[in-house]
């Protein structure tokens, strides 16, 4: 038996709500936590620049309903990745995270996903490998200095699509402040996988795990990496979570869902969440109780 945090990925949530709306209705759908996105588009990556008072507010909204984010997912540096050949995007991408690393400090985040693409637009090449690595390196440094993880996400994609992946970067970058967030759904799509030995052999690096349904990678399909409702994709998650469960992984599990514009959003996660919750009933997990205070006052 195992206690885990349960989750909800912020673009789940209807995207019309305010902060503190978004945070109480967290709570009110069952979850521990909410997963803080800072992607490709303008408005989020704005959040990057947000001022002491815009920081404060947002942390005082956190404070009030009694709510934590665990995770920023960093999706952003997809636009402007570690690898690419121009040299401008690649300091950009180093500033973005410089920037996130400050914001996550600021915000009382303790992990940030890390993307696991060399580049994303661009053509990969060895040069785009290495200039992955060298950046990414300077990346760990940065949150080490500040004591935030960074964690690299398996991904829809054959540069990072396993933790055995993340293992080698952990291998050239000798840090604890660098680990794995595996996304269950992105491992199991991929053929050449072996997703048991792949938990199994790496569970020590897991700082975080998403909870994804996929369709596979064929030789006639490229697969289907969003928007597979849970129960209709090749994951097989009685199998891993009753794995993870024997591993005694004690970390966050987060749903990631892209229902915030929607019109049966609420809907969808409820019946996400009641997926996991007979899962999480037969193999033994138990999940962290909600400690939801709305409108608590010092």
Excluded at 33 to 52: G, I, K, M, P, Y
Excluded at 125 to 134: I, K, Q
Excluded at 263 to 276: P, T
């Amino acid at each position: 038996m195992t206690v885990n945090a349960l989750g909800i990925y912020e673009k789940a949530l209807p995207q019309d709500l305010t902060w503190e709306e978004k945070f109480n209705l967290v709570h009110e759908l069952g979850f521990n936590f909410l997963e803080f996105s800072v992607d490709e588009s303008e408005d989020r990556l704005a959040r990057l620049d947000w001022t002491r008072e815009q920081r404060t507010s947002f942390r005082d909204t956190m404070w009030r309903t009694h709510s934590r984010i665990n995770t920023l997912m960093l999706s952003g540096q997809r636009l402007y990745p570690l690898g690419s050949a121009d040299p401008k995007v690649r300091q950009e991408s180093l500033t973005i995270m410089e920037k996130a690393i400050d914001l996550a400090v600021d915000l009382g985040i303790r992990n940030i996903q890390v993307a696991g693409y060399d580049v994303y637009y661009e053509k990969k090449t060895v040069e785009s490998r290495e200039l992955f690595v060298e950046n990414l390196e300077k990346c760990v440094r940065m949150a080490a200095k500040k004591m935030v993880m960074l964690s690299i996400e398996t991904m829809d994609d054959p540069f990072i699509n396993s933790i055995g992946k993340i293992s080698h970067y952990k291998k050239l970058i000798k840090s604890p402040w660098l680990q794995a967030y595996p996304d269950l759904g992105n491992i199991s799509a991929w053929p050449e996988n072996d997703i048991s030995y792949d938990i199994e052999d790496y569970v020590q690096n897991i700082a975080a795990i998403h909870l994804k349904d996929t369709l596979p990678v064929t030789p006639t399909s490229e697969g289907k990496f969003k928007e597979v409702p849970f129960g209709t994709g090749c994951v097989d998650f009685e199998g891993c979570l009753r794995m993870l469960t024997r591993l005694n992984y004690s970390g966050s599990y987060t749903i990631e869902m892209w229902t915030g514009t929607s019109d049966n959003a609420i809907a969808e996660i409820k019946q996400a969440k009641k997926f996991f919750d007979d899962i999480f009933e037969k193999v033994g997990i138990t999940q962290e109780p909600v400690n939801y205070l709305e409108g608590v006052k010092n």
